[in-house]
Antibody
Framework: QVQLVQSGAEVKKPGASVKVSCKASGYIFTSYDIHWVRQATGQGLEWMGGMNPNTGNTGCAQKFQGRVTMTRNTSISTAYMELSSLRSEDTAVYYC?????????WGQGTLVSVSS | EIVMTQSPATLSVSPGGRATLSCNTSQSVSSNLAWFQQKPGQAPRLLIFGASTRATGIPARFSGSGSGTEFTLTISSLQSEDFAVYYCQQYNNWPLYTFGQGTKLEIK
């Protein structure tokens, strides 16, 4: 079955960077986009960006331009999202999702806490 | 960037009743709109894509309509498990997607 397994919780200081991984299994990794969505406690969903794992093409929300980098390693079916210049407002659960037409499968989420 | 506006922010409906949720976009997204349901502590679940097509396994009491800039999610005969937060998302311009701010559907 399709699984997206994300890396564990992170605690970072303001100004630091965090890199979250998303390991896919149960399907052909390069056949579906990987998107990243975050959710602060008690808040709504915030779409961050997406990547075509086949081509490596990416796009992100204006809010995150210059701060987010999405990459992948196709040999191990893993996508990565790196967020730099962290601030307290970046404290949230970060989800990866397999996206394609009627398909939307989610990772379990990774809690990133930013605190001095 | 396309701005999504959902209304109302909170909707109170009795079990067995009908809920109508709205989603407007700042510019046309054709039919490239999806609806998600999210319950506390869970990842979102895709309900509707293409504005009106139910995802696999979604009950027929969930229906979506609209195109362009105005969209509606209707849930008829509300069940206890339907009380949750609902989000719309546009995906008109790959990969620049956007979520609405959500509508909380609560028990009246």
């Amino acid at each position: 079955q399709v699984q997206l397994v994300q890396s564990g919780a992170e605690v970072k200081k303001p100004g630091a960077s965090v890199k979250v991984s998303c390991k896919a299994s149960g399907y052909i990794f390069t056949s579906y986009d990987i998107h990243w969505v975050r959710q602060a406690t008690g808040q709504g969903l915030e779409w961050m960006g997406g990547m075509n794992p086949n081509t490596g093409n990416t796009g992100c929300a204006q809010k995150f331009q210059g701060r987010v980098t999405m990459t992948r390693n196709t040999s191990i079916s893993t996508a990565y999202m790196e967020l730099s210049s962290l601030r307290s407002e970046d404290t949230a659960v970060y989800y990866c999702a397999r996206v394609g037409g009627p398909t939307y499968d989610w990772g379990q989420g990774t809690l990133v806490s930013v605190s001095s | 960037e396309i701005v999504m506006t959902q209304s109302p922010a909170t909707l109170s409906v009795s079990p067995g009743g009908r809920a109508t949720l709205s989603c407007n976009t700042s510019q046309s997204v054709s039919s490239n709109l999806a609806w998600f349901q999210q319950k506390p502590g869970q990842a979102p679940r895709l309900l509707i894509f293409g504005a009106s097509t139910r995802a696999t396994g979604i009950p027929a009491r969930f229906s979506g309509s609209g195109s362009g800039t105005e969209f509606t999610l209707t849930i008829s005969s509300l069940q206890s498990e339907d009380f949750a937060v609902y989000y719309c998302q546009q995906y008109n311009n790959w990969p620049l997607y956007t979520f609405g701010q959500g509508t909380k559907l609560e028990i009246k």
